[in-house]
Nanobody
Framework: VQLQASGGGLVQAGGSPRLSCLASERTRNVNVMAWFRQAPGKEREFVAAISGGSTSYADFVKGRFTISRDFALNTMYLQMNSLKPEDTAVYYC???????????????????WGQGTQVTVSS
């Protein structure tokens, strides 16, 4: 499974960029995908995850970010709204092993990772 994240960049506070995670064909059997982020000097943290019709969000993005997935395009998205400077980080997409359906908020539960895309929010 190969993942490629894109859509980051320099955004003004309050902006609404959308991140994309393009997955290889084999992700058709991957149920759980997620977004994590890592700010300079901080540990990688959970942002959001999706599995079938279920989603999970970190409290600090709830109501602002929306995770979705398009199986036809093998792509997962993270719609980010009302961005704040503290949202500045490298955002990574990740996937759990095939046949796993349970969402996890722990990065060690994810076997496959994209290369990350930088999101910088200016005030």
């Amino acid at each position: 499974v190969q993942l490629q994240a894109s859509g980051g960049g320099l955004v003004q506070a309050g902006g609404s960029p959308r991140l994309s995670c393009l997955a290889s064909e084999r992700t058709r059997n991957v149920n759980v995908m997620a977004w994590f982020r890592q700010a300079p000097g901080k540990e990688r943290e959970f942002v959001a995850a999706i599995s079938g019709g279920s989603t999970s969000y970190a409290d600090f993005v709830k109501g602002r970010f929306t995770i979705s997935r398009d199986f036809a395009l093998n792509t997962m998205y993270l719609q980010m709204n009302s961005l704040k400077p503290e949202d500045t980080a490298v955002y990574y997409c990740a996937a759990r092993g095939q046949a796993i359906t349970v969402i996890s908020r722990h990065s060690r539960s994810y076997s496959y990772w994209g290369q990350g895309t930088q999101v910088t929010v200016s005030s």
